[in-house]
C-alpha cells in the first residue's frame, strides 16, 4: 500500500488527467474513520483499488466524523468535479447505530446542499453476499 494521493480521500474526480472529461458518477467510501495513521493508508489504498476497477467514475473516500477527510469534504469535491449521480457506500461491517441514525440525518444534509446531485446510499458493505464470499476466498487462501 502506497500513498498515491496528494490530499486525503482524493481523486480528482476527473481520472487525473489534465483537460479530462468530467464524470457524471461518483462514489464515495465512507469509513467511520480513526487517528491511526496506518488506517488513512489502507483507506487510501482501498480508494485507488476501487477507482482503477471503476475507470469512469470519481471516487472519494470519507469518515463519519471528526476525522478528515468528512462526508461533506467528499461530496463537495464530487459536486466541484461536475458529478450528478454520487452512491454513498458505507464500509462497515454490519448495520449498527450509525447506519440508524447517523446516515439518515448525513443523507438529508447532502441533499440539501447539493440538491443537484442525486445521493443514493447502499446498505453496509458487511451485509453484501459478494463480500462474504470474497472475505472467505482470502480467508481460505491464508489457511
Known sequence: MSSMSSR???SDGQ?????????SDGV?????????????????????EVEAALPGVA?????LKEIEPSIMDA????AGAGVTHALVVPMFIAPGGH???DFPILARELSARWPHVQFRWTDVVGGWEE???????????RL
Request: aromatic content about 8%; glycine content about 12%; some cysteine.
Open 131 to 141: 463480500v462474504a464470499r470474497a472475505v472467505g476466498k482470502g480467508i481460505s487462501s
Open 75 to 78: 461530496a463537495q469535491r464530487l
Open 99 to 101: 447506519a440508524a441514525k
Open 28 to 48: 464515495i467510501l465512507l469509513y467511520h474513520g480513526s487517528p491511526e495513521p496506518r488506517w488513512l493508508e489502507n483507506a487510501e489504498w482501498m480508494s485507488h
Open 59 to 63: 471516487i472519494q473516500f470519507a469518515c
Open 15 to 23: 481520472g487525473g488527467q489534465p483537460g479530462a472529461t468530467p464524470k
Open 8 to 10: 486525503p480521500g482524493s
